[in-house]
């Protein structure tokens, strides 16, 4: 049963490392939170003695004629390994619309050449993407994930949506949630206006409408703070929308940030914030949590299952702008608050979202896909 791998092994830990290649849409460098957790696996595993291999199944994300160059790259590639390597593992992470569309293609690829694979679900909403394809499609996308060696999620409303929705086997699912690598301790700042931090793609999603309407609300405006906003999509409209609201000043949108930036400005922040209106199970959660920040998040996704309102983050209602405004104005003016929450976070993260334990889990994994039989090359 493959939940058990989730337990520690000794006995596979003795074992030769599995070899593993991760398909990602936009690699680590472009595939957003997907490409920086992946990026956070290989990492870790490399410095483990075993290394991950990453195929970009994508590219840059507005570049179609790239996207399907990528795709027969990352089939050819396949291919390779099933005859140089042909016990490795292909850990295929998928989300909805043209994530979805490529990856009917891909695991199709790993079925007829006989390849292990894992589906890997990182999605915000991925049941609603589902309901909105055709008959036709849903029927593929079911025997999609019907067919992989195991199927992960991220948190327990997309376990459901697989058991459920798309008829994955209980058996054949595993629930991990998302790692970060440890930052270190948090240092605390004193003197300094709280820095406020939001990490993810500038989008109506992620709630960057009512986080501006937030930071320039009345009880904002008397207050010393300051603000990033790191992120890729429309930056240029959303700080012109911050000059209009008057936060020239007070808010900065520096674009997207590689993964030593973010943890650079993590290190000097008091307070992350991410009112998103739909996730899986944001990263930037896990990156506040992780640096020992007061986090202010909306009850989405998984993040209820990572985060205690008042004890290791806060919840506000999604999009609205009032209760966002009145808990970032409370944890600037309360240090105590920021303080007791800081701590919560950070002993939660330690307990919980280690990149070792997470590694060791999917090592387990790994080592028990691989003892499988493995199918013989289809004559389809």
Same mark, same amino acid.
Request: charged letters at 20%.
């Given at each position: 049963?493959?939940?058990?791998?989730?337990?520690?092994?000794?006995?596979?830990?003795?074992?030769?490392?599995?070899?593993?290649?991760?398909?990602?849409?936009?690699?680590?460098?472009?595939?957003?939170?997907?490409?920086?957790?992946?990026?956070?696996?290989?990492?870790?595993?490399?410095?483990?003695?075993?290394?991950?291999?990453?195929?970009?199944?994508?590219?840059?994300?507005?570049?179609?004629?790239?996207?399907?160059?990528?795709?027969?790259?990352?089939?050819?590639?396949?291919?390779?390994?099933?005859?140089?390597?042909?016990?490795?593992?292909?850990?295929?992470?998928?989300?909805?619309?043209?994530?979805?569309?490529?990856?009917?293609?891909?695991?199709?690829?790993?079925?007829?050449?006989?390849?292990?694979?894992?589906?890997?679900?990182?999605?915000?909403?991925?049941?609603?993407?589902?309901?909105?394809?055709?008959?036709?499609?849903?029927?593929?996308?079911?025997?999609?994930?019907?067919?992989?060696? @195991? $199927?992960?999620?991220? !948190?327990?409303?997309?376990?459901? /949506?697989?058991?459920?929705? =798309?008829? #994955?086997?209980?058996? %054949? +699912?595993?629930?991990?949630?998302? @790692? $970060?690598?440890?930052? !270190?301790?948090?240092?605390?700042? /004193?003197?300094?206006?709280? =820095?406020? #931090?939001?990490?993810? %793609? +500038?989008?109506?999603?992620?709630?960057?409408?009512?986080?501006?309407?937030?930071?320039?609300?009345?009880?904002?405006?008397?207050?010393?703070?300051?603000?990033?906003?790191?992120?890729?999509?429309?930056?240029?409209?959303?700080?012109?929308?911050?000059?209009?609201?008057?936060?020239?000043?007070?808010?900065?949108?520096?674009?997207?940030?590689?993964?030593?930036?973010?943890?650079?400005?993590?290190?000097?922040?008091?307070?992350?914030?991410?009112?998103?209106?739909?996730?899986?199970?944001?990263?930037?959660?896990?990156?506040?949590?992780?640096?020992?920040?007061?986090?202010?998040?909306?009850?989405?996704?998984?993040?209820?299952?990572?985060?205690?309102?008042?004890?290791?983050?806060?919840?506000?209602?999604?999009?609205?702008?009032?209760?966002?405004?009145?808990?970032?104005?409370?944890?600037?003016?309360?240090?105590?608050?920021?303080?007791?929450?800081?701590?919560?976070?950070?002993?939660?993260?330690?307990?919980?979202?280690?990149?070792?334990?997470?590694?060791?889990?999917?090592?387990?994994?790994?080592?028990?896909?691989?003892?499988?039989?493995?199918?013989?090359?289809?004559?389809?």
């Amino acid at each position: 049963m493959l939940m058990k791998v989730l337990a520690d092994d000794p006995q596979m830990a003795m074992r030769k490392r599995a070899s593993v290649r991760h398909y990602v849409p936009g690699g680590c460098e472009n595939g957003g939170g997907i490409g920086r957790l992946v990026g956070y696996i290989t990492s870790t595993a490399k410095e483990g003695g075993s290394e991950h291999a990453v195929t970009d199944t994508r590219g840059l994300r507005w570049s179609a004629a790239t996207s399907s160059l990528r795709l027969l790259g990352a089939i050819l590639t396949m291919a390779k390994d099933r005859i140089l390597d042909p016990t490795r593992i292909h850990h295929i992470h998928v989300a909805g619309r043209g994530s979805t569309s490529r990856k009917l293609i891909l695991t199709e690829a790993a079925h007829l050449l006989g390849c292990f694979h894992i589906l890997h679900l990182h999605d915000y909403d991925y049941a609603t993407d589902f309901a909105a394809r055709s008959p036709r499609q849903q029927s593929l996308i079911r025997r999609m994930f019907q067919r992989a060696d @195991c $199927v992960v999620a991220l !948190g327990q409303r997309d376990r459901v /949506t697989l058991a459920t929705l =798309l008829g #994955v086997d209980e058996h %054949r +699912l595993v629930t991990a949630h998302n @790692c $970060v690598p440890d930052p !270190g301790a948090h240092n605390v700042r /004193t003197g300094e206006p709280p =820095l406020i #931090v939001f990490l993810g %793609r +500038l989008s109506e999603r992620k709630g960057v409408p009512e986080l501006l309407l937030a930071l320039s609300h009345p009880v904002m405006k008397e207050l010393r703070w300051r603000a990033v906003l790191a992120g890729d999509g429309p930056v240029e409209d959303y700080r012109r929308q911050a000059a209009n609201m008057g936060l020239s000043g007070l808010v900065d949108m520096p674009g997207w940030l590689g993964a030593d930036e973010t943890r650079a400005l993590c290190a000097r922040a008091d307070i992350l914030v991410l009112p998103s209106h739909a996730e899986g199970l944001a990263m930037a959660v896990l990156e506040g949590l992780s640096h020992g920040l007061a986090v202010v998040t909306t009850r989405v996704g998984a993040h209820e299952e990572v985060i205690s309102d008042g004890e290791t983050g806060v919840f506000v209602p999604v999009g609205d702008k009032d209760a966002l405004a009145a808990a970032l104005a409370k944890l600037i003016t309360d240090p105590d608050i920021r303080s007791r929450l800081s701590a919560g976070a950070r002993a939660h993260y330690l307990n919980h979202f280690s990149m070792k334990a997470y590694m060791r889990s999917m090592e387990n994994l790994y080592e028990t896909i691989s003892a499988q039989p493995q199918a013989k090359v289809s004559a389809q």
